[in-house]
């Protein structure tokens, strides 16, 4: 997969020493291949605890069929993600009626446990958060790159049934007040809603509105009348490949 040079609020987010190298930028579109590529992984979990040794990796799925129920909050700042649950066995038949487990049954921590415990860990200062980069399937095969995230906070609850685990994660960059930040950074620290993505994607059709170029798309913001004010919903994203998602940012700064 080609390099492309940061632009914007990219690189700043990226001057962070908190911010892991990685190929591609949040909102940019990718396949499951580059995805694993990038991770020299093949990804088939969704919760991937220290992947590498700066970072961990979540794929999520909002769509309506999907197996767990993650939420984004605070206008796009703030993931709760659910864990995840038993795998189904012969002990196990329905896992959605299990609690979610933190150890396995000979007593090392899940994945759930090894989040949680990261988090409370962060919470009672004892270590950094956790740095996360999440994924969000947007059709088969078919990822984006929501951004990379600080696992600040986790819990169980109940869903009605039995005890989940929920994981609160912050878009990095997003707390970070201390300087003045310009509209487009203010409207990049932000994940689109799942459900935008979609409606943006069926819409344009999985092509840039510029070229038509299946390649290297990104989710673009299209610079807004508001400048700041929130701008998700799909009216206001379209698809541009990695070219014209380029020339526009040259534009505006
Ligand atoms: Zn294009």
Redesign the pocket.
């Known amino acids: 997969m080609p390099h492309y040079p940061e632009r914007g609020p990219t690189t700043s987010l990226t001057k962070s020493s908190l911010m892991p190298a990685l190929s591609h930028a949040a909102g940019e579109v990718i396949s499951y291949l580059e995805m694993c590529q990038a991770w020299s992984a093949s990804l088939q979990k969704g919760m991937n605890y220290h992947l590498r040794p700066d970072c961990s990796v979540i794929l999520m799925s909002r769509r309506s069929n999907a197996p767990y129920r993650d939420r984004i909050e605070e206008d796009g700042r703030v993931l709760i993600y659910e864990g995840h649950d038993v795998s189904r066995s012969v002990q196990s038949p329905s896992p959605k009626l299990v609690d979610q487990p933190r150890t396995t049954p000979r007593g090392k921590l899940t994945q759930n446990g090894l989040f949680e415990s990261a988090a409370t860990r962060a919470k009672n200062r004892e270590c950094l958060p956790e740095v996360v980069a999440v994924y969000e399937k947007i059709h088969a095969g078919i990822w984006a790159f929501n951004g990379f995230f600080l696992l600040t906070d986790a819990w169980t609850e109940s869903d009605g049934r039995r005890r989940v685990f929920k994981f609160r994660l912050e878009l990095i960059g997003s707390k970070d007040d201390s300087k003045p930040r310009t509209a487009t950074e203010l409207i990049h620290n932000r994940v689109i809603p799942s459900a935008v993505k979609l409606e943006v994607w069926q819409r344009d059709k999985g092509r840039?509105v510029?070229?038509g170029?299946k390649n290297n798309l990104h989710f673009d913001h299209d610079l807004p009348y508001s400048k700041g004010g929130s701008s998700l919903t799909a009216a206001n994203i379209r698809l541009?490949?990695a070219?014209?998602n380029l020339s526009k940012g040259a534009k505006i700064q």
Do not use: E, N
């Open positions: 840039c510029l070229c170029s541009l490949c070219k014209h």
